[in-house]
């Protein structure tokens, strides 16, 4: 019951604002190619829906497939810089200057280099999100506490149980964390790839309904923009239920440890 209550006030404040929307944009005479009704919009939403799904998967898959590759350079970035120092000094300078140009500036790069493949969309999707899973992650690498690392030295741990017993256990949260937040950056990521060139995904949809001033097309394609975004938000939420569910605390490596 409790939680229903938590739900209340937002689906409330939801409704008024649908109703705002359908309703205020005929009484104050906002033309339709500036903001459409509310109701223009699932109209749209219903009589393109083939059309819409056809350009969602497209935009799904760079997003999975960019935020897939960021996972993977931002773990190793991060690995590589706390476990390194030498590497650390070259390497963390770079990440931090690659995050000072504009993304977008950098994303017509991509297409000269790529073409207008999917892999010039993954690339924008890269560059928006691996720096939070690299900063996140090394920030979860330097948090271990040192006492407690020297307890485990103690009781017999070597390099290799310390560093996947207690590291990676202080790290999940963090990395949890930054992935959640990238994976929302992914979608944008792809959108603005396919803005700069592209045959099919959502973000070539809402560039050219906008072209024609087909706004009711325009917030359509935004609405499953933001709904692909959420999906991918979701999968972060659900995979921190279900590795947080099985983190095991630090006292049964403790034990763990000290029968090895």
């Known amino acids: 019951m409790k939680k229903l209550k938590n739900f209340i006030f937002p689906f409330i404040f939801l409704v008024l604002l649908i109703l705002a929307w359908e309703f205020l944009i005929p009484y104050f005479k906002v033309p339709k190619f500036i903001l459409p009704r ?42 590589s810089i706390y476990l390194w120092r030498n590497v ?22 991509m ?15 890269v560059l928006f999100c691996f720096f939070p899973i690299v900063i996140s992650t090394l920030d979860g690498l330097k948090s271990v506490d040192k006492d407690l690392e020297d307890v485990l030295k103690a009781l017999g741990g070597n390099r290799f149980q310390i560093f996947f017993k207690l590291h990676m256990n202080s790290v999940l949260p ?17 959108t603005i790839g396919e803005w700069l060139g592209a045959e099919k995904g959502l973000g070539i949809y809402v560039k050219r ?6 706004s009711d097309s325009v917030f359509a394609g935004v609405v499953v923009l933001s709904f692909l975004g959420l999906v991918l938000f979701s999968t972060g939420f659900f995979l921190e239920k279900l590795l947080l569910k099985y983190r095991r605390g630090i ?3 403790y034990y763990e440890i000290k029968k090895g």
Request: net charge neutral; glycine share 8%; charged share 10%.
């Open 38 to 79: 509310f109701s223009a919009v699932l109209k749209a939403l219903w009589t393109q829906r083939e059309l819409l799904y056809e350009h969602s998967l497209v935009t799904l898959g760079e997003a999975v497939l960019g935020l897939g590759i960021s996972v993977v350079i931002g773990i190793s970035c991060a690995l």
């Open 88 to 109: 650390g000094k070259t390497l963390y300078p770079i990440i931090i200057f690659s995050q000072t140009v504009p993304t977008i500036a950098l994303s017509p790069i």
């Open 111 to 125: 297409v000269m280099w790529f073409g207008y493949s999917i892999w010039s969309k993954v690339a924008v999707v």
């Open 209 to 214: 309904a906008s072209g024609m001033l087909q």
């Open 251 to 253: 006292k049964e490596d």
């Open 174 to 190: 963090n990395f949890i964390s930054s992935f959640k937040i990238a994976a929302t950056y992914s979608v944008a990521g792809a």
